[in-house]
């Protein structure tokens, strides 16, 4: 198969709700699936740029894919408001932990680091632990949709700030560092 063949069985794959545990672990896997890419992508070199709004558009998108993030009620509304909200703040606060530059040819570079990856850890935790009292205290199910929309939130608002950071005057790394940044 090649790669358009595969994209096309995931997204009919995903599509398909036959109401049973199927459907649940293919989005389960595919949500852990690019959490995992894009984790690992936070901690190499990567250029900073507009790029990502792509991704950021496509998992926000699958997010409001019916049934939607949450339901139409007044806890699952509030704690898919809450959950955003959680992922706004996280999300800036992981874009202020990475370090960024500009290499010799004007080009932003990011990589996070330890601090970046305790706040990832901590998305999840917090996240999750929001989920569960929603689902143990309020009756509100688990639905997966609420993650693919709150990993587009996150990152929309970690993209947003890197790129304002990026805009700003920064350095210029040492010549050595400029090629290494430039490989990742």
């Not at 500009?102 to 990011?110: E, L, P």
């Not at 990832?120 to 935790?125: G, I, P, Q, R």
């Not at 989920?131 to 947003?160: K, S, Y």
Request: a positive charge; glycine letters at 12%.
């Amino acid at each position: 198969m090649i790669p358009h063949d595969l994209l096309t069985t995931a997204a009919q794959a995903a599509g398909h709700d036959d109401g049973g545990d199927f459907t649940m672990m293919f989005n389960t896997v595919l949500v852990v699936g690019i959490t995992v890419f894009i984790l690992i992508r936070q901690f190499t070199t990567r250029e900073v740029n507009n790029r990502m709004y792509f991704w950021i558009a496509i998992l926000i998108a699958r997010g409001c894919v019916p049934p939607g993030p949450s339901r139409l009620t007044a806890a699952g509304l509030s704690f898919f408001a809450a959950a955003m909200v959680i992922s706004v703040i996280f999300g800036w606060l992981r874009a202020a932990t990475m370090p960024m530059w500009k290499d010799g040819t004007g080009r932003v570079f990011r990589k996070g680091g330890g601090m970046t990856l305790l706040l990832w850890a901590l998305t999840v935790v917090v996240r999750l632990g929001l989920g569960l009292v929603a689902e143990a205290g309020f009756g509100e199910p688990f639905n997966i949709d609420a993650l693919w929309m709150g990993m587009g939130v996150t990152l929309a608002a970690q993209q947003w700030v890197m790129v304002r950071r990026g805009a700003s005057a920064l350095p210029v790394r040492a010549a050595a560092a400029a090629p290494a940044a430039a490989g990742g």
